[in-house]
């Protein structure tokens, strides 16, 4: 079973936390590309992480509705699946915003997924974890040959199995120096990585 992160890994958030910003009026001054790094950078910067906690809430509430999925990510589910190799989504987004009003930011990621031709069903299972030690604990019981995450934390979480190959995401190479795993900034690269035997 291949294992994959949602947010910021199969859901590209730059548009939502663009409009985000906007709407609470932190948006990046002059950036050549307004990212989630660049508007944490304004948000922190504006009014401190009382305010980034709140473009979160925003941008991954009903501001997900501008999110897109990652260039080659459909198509990389839709060919694992056509072959038949098991997928699981393994999420440890909270239920809901720290700050900002009560919306189950898993039913928005739920309903998105449906959105974008990726209906979580057998085929494509969604786990929510509420910890990094809960999607590692997930990781072990699905017994997954693969994770692919774009956050370097979950590996070095205690526990992290073995037997599971670390793909970091790097779509934007924030971490061009990790060299404890394979990393890709791609799903094209994922895909030659993980479904190279597939024909």
Known sequence: ?????LDNTIICYDEAFRAAAEKVGCLPASC????KSSVKAAAMA????????RVQGIAYGDGISSATPFPGCVEFIQCALHANVPLA???????????????SLRHTAL?????????????????????REE???RLVSLNCRALVDDLPEVFLTPGFPAGTLFVLFDPVESHADWSASPRVTSWQAAATLLLRDIK
Not at 89 to 103: C, D, F, M, W
Not at 111 to 131: A, I, R, T
Request: hydrophobic share 40%; glycine share 8%; charged share 25%.
């Open 89 to 103: 989504v393994i999420s440890h987004k909270t239920e809901y915003p720290a700050i900002g009003p009560r919306v």
């Open 32 to 35: 050549e590309r307004v990212d």
């Open 1 to 5: 079973m291949i294992a994959l992160d």
């Open 46 to 53: 504006a009014g401190g992480n009382e305010l980034w906690t």
């Open 111 to 131: 309903s998105w997924m449906e959105k974008h031709g990726l209906p979580p069903d057998d085929q494509l299972p969604v786990n929510f974890c509420d910890s």
């Open 135 to 137: 999607k590692v604990a």
